[in-house]
């Protein structure tokens, strides 16, 4: 019935709106396009749910709600609109206080130019879930084009159309980016504290290597938990990467961990697992109690890797079991929103410090 109403509203809003702002539009769903990121492509009824919830069962109630949102996905498309707008169908929507509600809630659009995608555009409607068109570019040149939109962060889609002028093309291209990397991880993965969808550290280091980084992030929620795994060990991936020390406290991720990798590798041989460790979160350079948590996590997380591979079994066992040390601090201490989480910049960092590694491990396996 939920989803009914959410649908009646899209169409009315499409009919009452297809002369917005003077321009006439033609409405296309993203799914008729190229979906980039799916962690899960076919196996969800909703296409814009990252994990089905009525198979996948153990999340609570919150954690139903992240992994119902979009975080990570993208559509790729190519027109020569002079305008591009969008109209959504919202479910469940959040309202962070340290996220950017573009980021939260609205669209980031990417143009192919020069070899590199480049922002175009990015917006939001107000905080409602009537389906308002959102026009997002115009008045451009009119010349055909392929574009990148980001989907909401931290939203849940029954609908995403996007509009283009009448009488303009409007076709899916090839999905941009090459193998599907899955990623799982906190609220770090997930984009908390970005301005715009877009500036995830997944979504960066994609647009910087060309490689297709699938994200489960899930704030909060990412403590190695099974039903996680129980996940994790059906999505097609040809490599998996993991911020998964970033939530759990230091005897959960002993307790954890490898139980964790057993599952993963009997799953997936020959796969490379990648886990990063946390970073360092800016508060505890003045709160020492933060500073003896968060230490005791990584030092928890650092012994745990090096006892994996202490012997001649471990490393034949544990052989494409990886360990690397991200890094969103410059030196200024200051590309933090919270004293937790990153900025844009912070991101930025982040993605380029685990590129060369990434990058390194990924080549062994002919991922390139």
């Excluded at 296409?47 to 919830?53: A, G, L």
């Excluded at 919150?62 to 109209?87: D, H, K, P, W, Y």
Aim: proline share 5%.
């Amino acid at each position: 019935m939920k989803k009914t109403f959410f649908v009646f509203l899209l169409l009315a809003a499409g009919m009452a709106t297809l002369h917005a702002q003077g321009v006439e539009y033609v409405y296309t769903e993203a799914t008729d396009l190229t979906i980039v990121g799916k962690l899960m492509p076919g196996k969800t009824a909703n296409p814009y749910h990252r994990v089905d919830t009525t198979t996948y069962k153990g999340f609570t109630k919150r954690e139903n709600q992240l992994v119902r949102m979009s975080s990570g996905m993208a559509c790729a498309f190519r027109t020569n609109s002079r305008s591009i707008s969008v109209i959504t169908g919202y479910g469940e929507m959040d309202d962070p206080v340290n996220t950017n509600i573009i980021s939260a809630r609205g669209y980031d659009l990417y143009l192919h130019e020069g070899g590199d995608w480049k922002w175009a555009a990015s917006g939001v409607n107000a905080r409602n879930k009537t389906g308002a068109p959102l026009t997002l570019v115009s008045e451009m040149d009119g010349s055909l084009r392929e574009f990148l939109l980001y989907f909401p962060l931290y939203s849940e889609e029954y609908s995403i159309r996007i509009g283009v002028e009448k009488g303009a093309s409007l076709e899916a291209i090839e999905n941009p980016f090459r193998h599907r990397i899955a990623i799982w991880g906190s609220s770090y993965t997930h984009g908390s504290s970005t301005s715009r969808a877009g500036m995830t550290y997944p979504a960066q280091f994609s647009r910087a290597t060309g490689l297709q980084m699938l994200s489960l992030g899930c704030s909060g929620r990412c403590m190695l938990q099974d039903y996680f795994c129980d996940v994790l060990v059906d999505v097609d991936a040809d490599a998996f990467v993991f911020d998964s020390f970033s939530n759990p406290l230091a005897p959960v991720i002993r307790e954890r961990l490898v139980p964790f990798i057993d599952r993963m590798i009997a799953a997936h041989p020959g796969k490379p697992l990648i886990f990063q460790q946390t970073i360092y979160r800016e508060k505890r350079r003045v709160n020492m109690k933060e500073d003896d948590k968060e230490q005791a996590k990584m030092d928890m997380a650092a012994s745990i890797f090096k006892e994996l591979k202490s012997t001649p079994e471990g490393r034949k066992k544990y052989k494409d079991v990886y360990f690397i040390m991200p890094q969103a601090c410059p030196a200024s201490h200051e590309a933090t929103v919270d004293g937790v989480h990153p900025d844009n910049y912070g991101y930025t960092l982040w993605a380029e410090s685990i590129r060369k590694p990434v990058l390194k491990i990924l080549r062994k396996y002919g991922i390139r």
